[in-house]
């Protein structure tokens, strides 16, 4: 999933620019200039790029100058998160991931991928609270409930998995991986 943010059409190409880092301080009226928003914006669409043709190094390097010029921006941590996690690098999409909770407590998408992470590394408590978190913040995030109720079946909860397959159908009535759980449950859909 990428962040808010991720523009649509042609990517941006990437230009040799020279590094100058510039950090905004919004709450002291402070605004980046345009000409570095628009670095970073390149940055990000190269980066976007590369990560939808799996070349997860390019895109973290662009990502990571991204970061370089804007260290407050959600959406070049969350997209990094997303490359390294695509790479396997688990911890470092998590730390990622995290960041971008840091910089906005309210981004479902970050406890959803965060929560995906844990799960990979078996820590099916952490993966269950990043995945209601993600739920609260957007009730109809219909992933976060098959992945929640995945992670309760894992734990043994049948009765909850139930619950979050049969939710994940509410939202999604075509959703088949919700169906298949619930037939594998024993349940009907």
Same mark, same amino acid.
């Given at each position: 999933?990428?962040?808010?943010?991720?523009?649509?059409?042609?990517?941006?190409?990437?230009?040799?620019?020279?590094?100058?880092?510039?950090?905004?301080?919004?709450?002291?009226?402070?605004?980046?200039?345009?000409?570095?928003?628009?670095?970073?914006?390149?940055?990000?669409?190269?980066?976007?790029?590369?990560?939808?043709?799996?070349?997860?190094?390019?895109?973290?390097?662009?990502?990571?100058?991204?970061?370089?010029?804007?260290?407050?921006?959600?959406?070049?941590?969350?997209? +990094? $998160?997303? %490359? /390294?996690?695509?790479?396997? =690098? #688990? !911890?470092?999409? @998590? &730390?990622?991931? *995290?960041?971008?909770?840091?910089?906005?407590?309210?981004?479902?998408?970050?406890?959803?991928? +965060? $929560?995906? %992470? /844990?799960?990979?590394?078996? =820590? #099916? !408590?952490?993966? @269950? &609270?990043?995945? *209601?978190?993600?739920?609260?913040?957007?009730?109809?995030?219909?992933?976060?409930?098959?992945? +929640? $109720?995945? %992670? /309760?079946?894992?734990?043994?909860?049948?009765?909850?998995? @139930? &619950?979050?397959?049969?939710?994940?159908?509410?939202?999604?009535?075509?959703?088949?991986?919700?169906?298949?759980?619930?037939?594998?449950?024993?349940?009907?859909?």
């Amino acid at each position: 999933m990428s962040w808010p943010g991720r523009t649509k059409g042609t990517p941006a190409t990437s230009q040799q620019m020279p590094t100058v880092k510039v950090v905004a301080n919004p709450s002291k009226g402070d605004r980046m200039p345009e000409s570095v928003q628009e670095r970073v914006r390149t940055h990000l669409d190269h980066g976007w790029a590369c990560l939808d043709k799996g070349k997860y190094d390019d895109a973290i390097a662009d990502f990571d100058k991204a970061i370089a010029l804007d260290p407050n921006d959600a959406a070049a941590y969350g997209n +990094r $998160g997303n %490359a /390294y996690y695509s790479k396997g =690098e #688990v !911890d470092r999409a @998590i &730390a990622d991931y *995290t960041k971008v909770i840091a910089l906005n407590p309210n981004d479902a998408k970050a406890y959803y991928n +965060r $929560g995906n %992470a /844990y799960d990979d590394k078996g =820590e #099916v !408590d952490r993966a @269950i &609270a990043d995945y *209601t978190k993600a739920i609260a913040l957007d009730p109809k995030l219909v992933q976060a409930y098959y992945n +929640r $109720g995945f %992670a /309760y079946k894992k734990k043994g909860d049948k009765e909850q998995a @139930i &619950a979050d397959f049969h939710k994940a159908l509410e939202i999604n009535p075509s959703d088949q991986d919700a169906k298949d759980q619930l037939k594998r449950l024993g349940v009907t859909p």
